[in-house]
């Protein structure tokens, strides 16, 4: 079983910045790719930016140039690092994470962090 526990959301100001954290727990497992997605009230949960074991990077549109993920693989840490918010990024954020038991790697697990709202005032 892995945990996936997100931090650092909050409350910010249009044009300010957080980041977000996630952080893997468990035992023998491998995570393969992580990620963010986020949803706001009335809205589908939509990919935000995702990165591979090997750091190969895709961002949502609307967020390029604002938005970058990172990881280190030893932490099994992956990070959202936010700026120049909108009141559009306004949503909860979720991590997500593609696991394998270890000595496993054929096998594909899907887990996903409890959420950490992010919300900007106009």
């Known amino acids: 079983q892995v945990q996936l526990v997100e931090s650092g959301g909050g409350l910010v100001q249009t044009g300010g910045s957080l980041r977000l954290s996630c952080a893997a727990s468990g035992t023998m497992f491998t995570v393969n790719a992580m990620a963010w997605y986020r949803q706001a009230p009335g809205l589908q949960r939509e990919l935000v930016a995702s990165i591979t074991s090997t750091g190969v990077t895709h961002v949502l549109d609307s967020v390029k140039g604002r938005f970058t993920i990172a990881r280190v693989n030893t932490e099994n840490t992956v990070y959202l690092q936010m700026n120049s918010l909108q009141f559009e990024d306004t949503a909860v954020y979720y991590c997500?994470?593609?696991?394998?038991?270890?000595?496993?790697?054929?096998?594909?697990?899907?887990?996903w962090g409890r959420g950490t709202q992010v919300t900007v005032s106009s």
């Open positions: 997500n994470a593609d696991v394998s038991p270890s000595g496993r790697a054929w096998v594909s697990e899907t887990y």
